[in-house]
């Protein structure tokens, strides 16, 4: 069985995330799936990004089984093997401590929709999953927070193929899509609007949130039956 | 008929944006008019910048209507449009999301006058349109963004050939100028004046707006009959 | 008479403000005096950093009169002419407009001295003249404002010897040196300490300014008679 | 005797501070301990980094003296070697002035644990040593610098070899490691985690610290008996 297509996805995506500014040193990873194989390959754990190779990625299943890597996949495997085996559209995965997107999840606080730059990703706030109950943590911990992520999804009835991004309390963000390269800009995406957000509670301490018409009207233009952003 | 030259100017001019840092991916677009032929040169809608070739900007009328290009222009070219239809004197137009002139449209705040680094480009607050009413955005939104902007800068009484830029609020600036290099330097004078602002307002909640005298002594210094900045 | 070795002094220490990320386009000028000729060497107004070279430099005495040079100098030019005249100890003179500093200007506040990197270099808070008089800023203002810088520190006693930088109010900051490179330096210490001292009063509103032993500690192990720092 | 290794990590070591945007100027320096040897490389003082190379290291030892060396070690000189001196499992010792870190020394707090970012270092908030008393300022400053930690570490019960940095109040960081390679790792750590927690404040002024499940839970999968973070 090659695994080298997903291995290479997984290794120039993982490759983006120092590019782009969202971490430091090896605090991030990136995995990418082929979903008739059942696997995904993800960074290997600890090893810097200028030591990377896309022979490194390490192929497991769905149930966190290294399948093929003499390398010790990322921590957060399990995380990414339940998210991919519940949620059967996404096929890349990313996990990052970037900077403000890490500071609205340490803060416990959805990042609220002040402005078009969020609508034109979301139509919500983005959610903050609260942090996990002392038996979840002492428990299969990377395993539940998989668990934590879709919990706080069906509660607040939001379905991941629209909102692709979640911030973890006191942790930090994972987002995910379509393909890995998708994941990545996700990530971009979140940190920015992350920024701007503090920024927009800085400078006006009562801004409000968007108004209904231009989230959907933002929203729609990028995503909706009529879009017409992109080519 | 020949749009090379504007073609070449609106793609000098939007890769200038990323070497300022103000876009993220695709989040900005710049165009270059030919006031004679009727037309300006626009980005494609959602091209990547490492992608741009002078050959791909999208010729458009100043009703909206595509001249000439195989791709999709950028999805605000109506705004454009409209600018260029009733402002005659304005040969380029940059919409971007940067972080912190995109953070006081969010809070739908005009940025107050605090230092000459903004009396030096304008000598009133820098306005934040209001957002715009429900009608206006279900309808024709890109169009209606246009006279938004117009409307608050008549109502306001101001003049677009001196100031050269706006916050459309919730959403993000845009800014203009004779050439389209003139509004892409405008771009960034804003950034820079809106992290500033932003700043001097932590620093001292109660700091005072500039006093008029030195207003009008800066203005003038770079823009009055007896300048005498520059060459 | 040949002012070569000021005209290349001085390129080479605007080339740093870029560098240094203190400038945004043309907003700052760095000058370097001979004072055994009585002149010193200018940026031109306006001319973007990378069309300088050391011949494009302006010679100006220090009345502020233009002795050699094609391009005319910099609009803050009798700024600089007059605390060369009065301050016989210096031999390069910044102007910038950088970020934070610009801040504490447009507050009208001093920065205090919270720690040892501001008292490794002045023992007391950096002061913030007051903005001028609507009679000084109409009048010869660039002149004015060389003797604003100068009455604040007369007012206060401090000596320009000790104290190498200011904040001119809603302005912008100035600093200088015994030599072009040690304004500069000034000008980059200026905007660390002016970033740091924003960011400690963030953290805790009520910070004390250093305590007198630190202060006198510091600034002696690095200019007192027995000093122990460099080479 | 030769001492090449430790002048070749220390240079090493010290080049990667500029590179991780931890200095300005000289404002930072690393060493490099050889215990076998009981001495450690350290930076000459005021040298900037691009003129530095493992030559210029100046080989001291535990007390101070100078062993080798044509240079002036590093002002902080004292500081370095009381710490090795007294905690003997440290290979390594980094001081700068970065800014975030910097800022909360100058706050006189420590800094709180508010995430797993910061739990993935140490399991408590990154402790403030108070400002030193007069008598140790004026007497052997440096010196007393390093009980003043050693002091700070015995007072709360912490362990150098679990947290392997500390806010010196008013000043700035200093952080260890086994080697100069961890401890320049911990400085950029510290800086981040600095950041984000000044962040959180920001966004949540009540944002609570990270519970103890997780903070356990995150420093023993890459710290504790049963690891499983990295190869």
Known sequence: MS????????????????????????????????????????????????????DK???????????????????????HAVLYKYWEGIGGIVHSHSTY????????RDIPIFGTTHADHNTVDIPCAPPMSDEMIKGNYEYETGFQ???????????????????????APFT??????KAVYNSAVLESVAQMAYLTEQINGNAPR??????????????GPDSYYGQ
């Open 3 to 54: 695994y080298t297509h997903i291995q290479q996805a997984a290794y120039e995506a993982n490759m983006q995330l120092p590019k782009l500014g969202l971490v430091l040193f090896t605090f991030g990873n990136v995995s990418a799936a082929d979903r008739g194989l059942g696997v995904f390959a993800i960074k290997p754990s600890g090893v810097p990004y200028d030591e990377l190779s896309p």
């Open 57 to 79: 990625m390490v192929i497991v299943d769905f149930d966190g089984n290294t399948v093929q890597g003499s390398l010790r996949p990322s921590s957060d495997t399990k995380t």
């Open 101 to 108: 997107a890490t500071a609205w999840a340490q803060s416990q």
């Open 149 to 171: 992520i879709m919990n706080c999804f069906n509660e607040r009835k939001l379905d991941y193929r629209e909102v692709e991004m979640v911030l973890v309390g006191n942790h």
């Open 176 to 181: 995910w899509g379509k393909t890995p390269e």
């Open 210 to 223: 968007l108004k209904d018409a231009l989230i959907k009207k933002h929203y729609e233009r990028k995503h």
